[in-house]
């Protein structure tokens, strides 16, 4: 068995990895040879080494920091460097921190492309490999499905999460604007972001004419990282409100325990259509921020959402965010079918 350099990615995947990159900068990201590249890494698991190689193929020209064998104002100093339009990629094993300097906040206020890898400890072994996997940019997907179903969610008067076993889960109102996260910019103020790509999220615009039931065979837990019951979890939901939770374990019990004693209810509020077919059910991460983009439905429990404002919820008030997972048979827009046998159809 021949021995990877890069420990338990072996070095195929390294190939995979740098076909993946070289799409997402030229066919996302638009990065264009003679542009300036900043790629901020460290060394502590196989995946960044393996990712950071895999950009040193693609961009052999970029500059190379490691995070750990410099200061934060060596960091800074690099992205003073970069002009607007620059490329800076960040391989973080966990999440990079510079004191009151929020990174990827800051970069695109210099108008700088941005991609982040985060939390990549989080992902041992195999789960790397889905990772990588996880980076293939396919356009006429993500941007023909994306857009798709972003024009069907936005003209929607209503819609059903039908999760197995009679359990449904009814909108019964419009949704808010959807919002895209395919690798498309055009129009947008920032260029990047948080990589795995694919997802589009809306919420009810009525977040009172949610009711029904629905199963949850994944949720985030308070470590951030994927909790697979072993019997999903079945939701009941109320006026947008979980007022039951049938075959729930301790974890997840303790997860709506901590919602309530902070916001006094469980509402349920983010509707996301996950697009990332190298992610289901089946083939999972232990990351909670990188899993979201599975091929199916994700949820989120509590008054949280940054993006869409509700005047029921004060935002400095809402505090929770907590992403869980729907057994996803199909799902249905207006009497639409808009995904079947484990796939979108639009």
Request: hydrophobic share 45%; glycine share 10%; with cysteine.
């Given at each position: 068995?021949?021995?990877?350099?890069?420990?338990?990615?072996?070095?195929h995947a390294v190939d995979?990895?740098?076909?993946?990159?070289?799409?997402?900068?030229?066919?996302?990201?638009?990065?264009?040879?003679?542009?300036?590249?900043?790629?901020?890494?460290?060394?502590?698991?196989?995946?960044?080494?393996?990712?950071?190689?895999?950009?040193?193929?693609?961009?052999?020209?970029?500059?190379?920091?490691?995070?750990?064998?410099?200061?934060?104002?060596?960091?800074?100093?690099?992205?003073?460097?970069?002009?607007?339009?620059?490329?800076?990629?960040?391989?973080?094993?966990?999440?990079?921190?510079?004191?009151?300097?929020?990174?990827?906040?800051?970069?695109?206020?210099?108008?700088?492309?941005?991609?982040?890898?985060?939390?990549?400890?989080?992902?041992?072994?195999?789960?790397?490999?889905?990772?990588?996997?996880?980076?293939?940019?396919?356009?006429?997907?993500?941007?023909?499905?994306?857009?798709?179903?972003?024009?069907?969610?936005?003209?929607?008067?209503?819609?059903?999460?039908?999760?197995?076993?009679?359990?449904?889960?009814?909108?019964?109102?419009?949704?808010?604007?959807?919002?895209?996260?395919?690798?498309?910019?055009?129009?947008?103020?920032?260029?990047?972001?948080?990589?795995?790509?694919?997802?589009?999220?809306?919420?009810?615009?009525?977040?009172?004419?949610?009711n029904g039931r629905v199963?949850?065979?994944?949720?985030?837990?308070?470590?951030?990282?994927?909790?697979?019951?072993?019997?999903?979890?079945?939701?009941?939901?109320?006026?947008?409100?979980?007022?039951?939770?049938?075959?729930?374990?301790?974890?997840?019990?303790?997860?709506?325990?901590?919602?309530?004693?902070?916001?006094?209810?469980?509402?349920?509020?983010?509707?996301?259509?996950?697009?990332?077919?190298?992610?289901?059910?089946?083939?999972?991460?232990?990351?909670?921020?990188?899993?979201?983009?599975?091929?199916?439905?994700?949820?989120?429990?509590?008054?949280?959402?940054?993006?869409?404002?509700?005047?029921?919820?004060?935002?400095?008030?809402?505090?929770?965010?907590?992403?869980?997972?729907?057994?996803?048979?199909?799902?249905?827009?207006?009497?639409?079918?808009?995904?079947?046998?484990?796939?979108?159809?639009?």
């Amino acid at each position: 068995m021949t021995t990877s350099r890069f420990g338990a990615i072996p070095e195929h995947a390294v190939d995979t990895a740098q076909r993946n990159v070289g799409d997402t900068l030229a066919l996302a990201i638009g990065h264009a040879p003679g542009r300036g590249a900043l790629i901020v890494h460290d060394t502590r698991t196989d995946l960044n080494r393996a990712l950071t190689e895999a950009y040193r193929r693609v961009v052999p020209d970029a500059s190379f920091v490691d995070f750990d064998s410099v200061t934060p104002d060596d960091v800074l100093a690099a992205f003073a460097g970069m002009a607007a339009g620059d490329l800076v990629v960040l391989i973080q094993s966990t999440s990079f921190r510079l004191e009151a300097f929020r990174i990827r906040i800051e970069l695109f206020k210099r108008g700088l492309k941005v991609i982040e890898h985060v939390h990549l400890s989080r992902m041992p072994g195999e789960q790397g490999l889905r990772y990588i996997d996880a980076l293939a940019y396919d356009p006429a997907y993500y941007r023909g499905v994306g857009h798709a179903l972003k024009a069907r969610i936005d003209a929607a008067r209503h819609g059903v999460v039908d999760s197995g076993d009679g359990a449904r889960l009814v909108f019964g109102s419009p949704f808010e604007a959807a919002k895209l996260n395919i690798g498309d910019y055009g129009g947008m103020n920032n260029v990047g972001g948080q990589f795995p790509l694919g997802e589009v999220f809306t919420e009810a615009r009525d977040l009172e004419a949610v009711n029904g039931r629905v199963r949850i065979f994944v949720f985030g837990d308070t470590s951030f990282l994927v909790n697979k019951p072993a019997t999903p979890v079945t939701l009941i939901v109320e006026q947008g409100r979980v007022v039951g939770a049938e075959n729930a374990t301790p974890e997840f019990d303790n997860m709506l325990a901590i919602i309530r004693a902070h916001e006094g209810e469980v509402w349920l509020r983010e509707l996301g259509f996950g697009m990332n077919r190298a992610f289901s059910r089946e083939r999972m991460v232990d990351d909670i921020g990188t899993f979201e983009r599975m091929c199916g439905i994700h949820l989120s429990l509590g008054a949280k959402h940054g993006v869409y404002a509700k005047p029921q919820f004060k935002r400095k008030e809402a505090r929770y965010h907590v992403d869980v997972f729907a057994v996803t048979e199909a799902v249905y827009l207006d009497d639409e079918q808009v995904y079947r046998d484990g796939a979108w159809r639009v």
